[in-house]
């Protein structure tokens, strides 16, 4: 059972035994049941009536009868307490690959007295034991979800406690800060709180400059992790839903003469030298009474406020006035990259060259030139990604920028208020710090990141 002490999610009772398919559904080489819980090894010695003794003989090839008859011969392993995964008693069963043959056997070790775990209660309880912290368990998350390989790589460092590490050095640095600040409280008959206030002002402002270097580097964390997003926008019939299905090499949108046919954002990932780029198309810009319509130009316009890259497309016969009527959008910056759609095919040799006020020159039908715009979008992105930071999560990031505001506050306290008031904001900052690793959380936080698992992880 799982209760919540001061912030923190604990067990209250010891865990009760779980079973849960590990491996993906459907037949195959091997498939995999997961059991964690204490008695975990007597568990298993009874399924299969193998007599294991305590942490002696760990792996074994083993017969094993199931519910309903079913028989199999099979690999059972059993991890003692800290050596699991789970931080307690646990065992892996491996099978034939079969559908049936696995539901079976878990029907009958469900019958043998499991319980069904839940939606990631093996990390979970890998969390709460202490194996993992929150954001190791958010990076295990990551590899399972993980589509490209920049991904990959964020989501392994993560997992192997990269980020655990940074954000536990900064939070035994500002401890360190605020024993300081503390003991100016504890003796102030030793007149020592003016002595200390340029030496705390010192020590918060070089904290502030590692943690402000992290939250600075959070939105190339965040494309490595989740990809760019690249919007297309630009008027109606400029060609965006045909460079669309182009770049994703498939006919995903809706393409026609009609002008206002695109009603609605659309998103489609693919993945260009390894790293995601999320495209998204959007409704064209025009002025309509169409209510329908309008609501899809004002998705349009929220997506490019959330764009990492804006890719402006626009006819070949416009003679530029619209990227100048673009180019004075304020949501228009070095992010943007202004293409224009040409029906020509073949189109000039100096496709790559920039056209007069540096325009991608390419056939969104046929996909001429098209290479030039996604080495372009890979470049915008890769200045991110290259100052990328460890904290690529959301909430991991909303709990630094917490903190980073709290030593902020601390700082200016230091020389216009009493020490008590920066004592405060140094103990905020600390657990602002401990929600990112999971030392200071509610329990809705641990609920809304282990649903995100599959059943058996």
Known sequence: MWITQKGQTVYKEKNDLIAAIATPYGKGAISCIRISG????????????????????????????????????????????????????????????????????????????????????FTRRAFLNGKIDLTQAEGIGDLIDGENLSALETAYEQSEGKTKHITESFYNELTTIAAKAEVCIDYPEEDIEEQTKPELEESIEKLLEKIRKETEGYNGGRILREGARVVLTGKTN?????????????????????????????????????????????????????????????????????????????????????????????????????????????LSANVEKSLSDSALLLNAKTGEGTNFLLEKIYGIAKEQTDKSGSFTTARQFAALKEAEESLLRAKKAVNELTLDCVCADLRSALEALGKVTGKDVSESVVDEIFSKFCVGK
């Open 38 to 121: 204490e008695g975990s090894a007597d568990f298993v010695r009874k399924i299969t009536d193998y007599p294991f003794s305590d942490e002696k003989k760990h792996a074994v090839m083993v017969p094993c009868r199931f519910h309903a008859g079913v028989k199999d011969k099979i690999m059972a392993v059993i991890y003692y307490n800290a050596k699991s995964y789970t931080g307690e008693e646990s065992a892996e069963l491996y099978f034939h690959g079969g559908r049936v043959l696995t539901e079976r056997a878990l029907m009958g070790i469900l019958e043998a007295g499991a319980r069904l775990a839940e939606a990631g209660e």
């Open 238 to 346: 400029a060609g965006k839903s045909t460079l669309f299905n182009t770049l994703l090499k498939e006919e995903r949108a809706i393409v026609s003469d009609e002008e206002g046919t695109t009603r609605d954002t659309i998103e489609e990932k693919i993945v260009y030298k390894g790293t995601a780029i999320v495209l998204i198309d959007t409704a064209g810009l025009r002025e309509t009474e169409s209510r329908v319509e309008k609501m899809g130009i004002e998705r349009s316009k929220t997506a490019i406020g959330s764009a990492d890259v804006i890719v402006h497309v626009e006819r070949e016969n416009n003679e530029n006035s619209e990227r100048e009527s673009a180019k004075n959008e304020e949501s228009v910056d070095k992010k943007t990259v202004f293409v224009v759609n040409s029906a020509k095919s073949p």
